[in-house]
């Protein structure tokens, strides 16, 4: 399969399917007059990364699946006969969205009950804006 169909069938570009060869993710071969050539099973591999980065995996944590990604990846990760590095990175990174959505949260309510309350003590006053004035050009106008 060529790299536009692919990219077509996966829903995503050519130039994120280079990326991805980049980084070690996906392979291709080349056809004699250069373009590239990809297996079959690269529409599930292709599928199964953007899988992973959309639920909050970067580049790198990908490649701790790299085995897993020429197959349906199980609803969970847990007991599917997963090596121990993958899982160690899944628990890193669900760790770390745990503690990304904490901050969001925290950041929320604050924001949220400042709207709440009137600003500057006077339910809707707002102070007035400051007058901006503009410096003279220095040739005089």
């Given at each position: 399969m060529r790299i536009g169909a692919l990219a077509d069938a996966?829903?995503?570009?050519?130039?994120?399917?280079?990326?991805?060869?980049q980084e070690g993710l996906l392979d291709s071969t080349r056809t004699p007059n250069g373009y590239r050539d990809y297996a079959d099973g690269a529409l599930l591999r292709v599928r199964n990364i953007r899988e992973l980065l959309t639920i909050g995996f970067t580049i790198n944590d990908v490649r701790a699946f790299l085995r897993f990604l020429d197959r349906d990846?199980?609803?969970?990760?847990?007991?599917?006969?997963?090596?121990a590095t993958a899982m160690r990175v899944a628990d890193e990174r669900l760790t770390l969205l745990r503690e990304r959505l904490?901050?969001?949260?925290r950041l929320h309510d604050s924001l949220a009950a400042r709207l709440d309350r009137p600003a500057f003590g006077s339910p809707g006053a707002c102070p007035p804006a400051p007058q901006q004035t503009l410096p003279l050009s220095e040739g005089g106008a």
């Open positions: 996966a829903g995503t570009t050519t130039r994120t399917l280079r990326f991805y060869e990846l199980p609803p969970t990760f847990g007991d599917s006969g997963g090596c904490h901050t969001l949260t």
